[in-house]
């Protein structure tokens, strides 16, 4: 029983969240927008629970979709040896600034929902844009949500499409978007500098 508790108690510790990071889990909208980062050096020590990412993906599910036809799909890799199996399809660079990352989530959507009249037909020119559009517009949900329980993440663009959607049996309606890595920040990284407003910003 003594040893169980104190099992239980070395697992709690394990996670950085939701205790670990106090000043995420107190912070204004504002200073979360600005807290999250894209990580490239995740703390191996840590893990995240099957809860917390429930929780997550629950927040992801609440963004807005082409007449609320929810395109996005998610395939999470928990255990070690899924995730183990999508570093692999992620080439060497995303591969080095992942190691320490316990969780990837792989994120698609099903071609032929969003931006699509009932008869099957595109409602506008951007046709299959706008199920990557409710897509993006989740994983933004996703990443925040992550940041505001003390979790890093980082989307990559660069993954072996084919490899993901054998390792996790993706139907082929789906389009295989972004892989986001899930965990905890090792270190703090260096906001990349935007743009001035004025140059992405014209108001009439
Ligand atoms: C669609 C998309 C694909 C990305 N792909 C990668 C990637 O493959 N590898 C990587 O290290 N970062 C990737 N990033 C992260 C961007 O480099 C990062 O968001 C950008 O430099 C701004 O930094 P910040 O997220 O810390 O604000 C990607 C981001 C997005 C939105």
């Known amino acids: 029983m003594k040893k169980a508790l104190i099992f239980a108690l070395g697992l709690l510790m394990l996670s950085c969240a939701p205790k670990g990071d106090t000043a ?29 990412v429930r929780s997550i993906i629950a927040a992801a599910q609440e963004a807005p979709s082409w007449t609320n036809s929810q395109p996005s799909r998610y395939y999470v890799a928990l255990s070690k040896e899924k995730a183990d199996a999508v570093r692999e399809v992620i080439g060497d660079w995303n591969r080095k600034n992942t190691e320490g990352a316990p969780v990837f989530i792989v994120s698609t959507f099903v071609r032929g929902l969003s931006g699509f009249r ?78 001035p407003l004025d140059e992405i910003l014209t108001i009439f």
């Open 118 to 195: 009932r008869d099957g037909e595109p409602a506008n020119e951007v046709g299959e844009g706008w199920g990557a559009y409710d897509n993006g517009l989740s994983d933004a949900l996703l990443v925040l949500k992550a940041r505001s329980m003390g979790y890093d993440t980082l989307i990559m663009g660069g993954r072996d499409a084919d490899a993901i959607r054998g390792i996790f049996d993706i139907p082929e309606q789906e389009t295989i978007m972004a892989v986001i890595a899930l965990g905890c920040r090792a270190s703090d990284p260096q906001r990349p500098a935007r743009k």
């Open 24 to 52: 995420a889990e107190t912070a204004s909208f504002d200073q979360l927008i600005h807290m999250r980062r894209s990580v490239r050096d995740f703390d191996s020590t840590k893990t995240v629970s099957e809860a917390d």
